[in-house]
């Protein structure tokens, strides 16, 4: 590897924002935000909306995971264009 063109690779702490639990590993992220740890170290803290511990193919649980912006996002965008069939008209706005 080339010396002086990697990111610095050091220890952070990861925590679910859901469900509050947090992973010590290591990462090239940074925070402003810091957590002291069980080891008795300080260590930058990165908050996760999903992680393995709260996500449902590994919970096996069945949880709405934020799709409603995403499907108003998308009705905003397409319309009705989504639900039409190729060749037939738009309905008109009245």
């Known amino acids: ?32 935000a810091t957590v002291e740890w069980s080891d008795g170290n300080t260590y930058p803290l990165v908050v996760v909306d999903v992680t393995s511990d709260s996500h449902p193919f590994w919970t096996g649980a069945n949880r709405l995971v934020d799709t409603q912006g995403r499907v108003e996002r998308f009705r905003r ?17 009245e």
């Open 1 to 32: 590897m080339k010396p002086g063109i990697h990111p610095d690779y050091h220890p952070v702490v990861f925590r679910d924002a859901s469900t509050g639990a947090a992973f010590l590993t290591r990462s090239t992220m940074t925070s402003e």
């Open 77 to 93: 965008r397409y319309g009705d264009r989504a639900n039409r069939t190729k060749g037939t008209p738009a309905p008109s706005p």
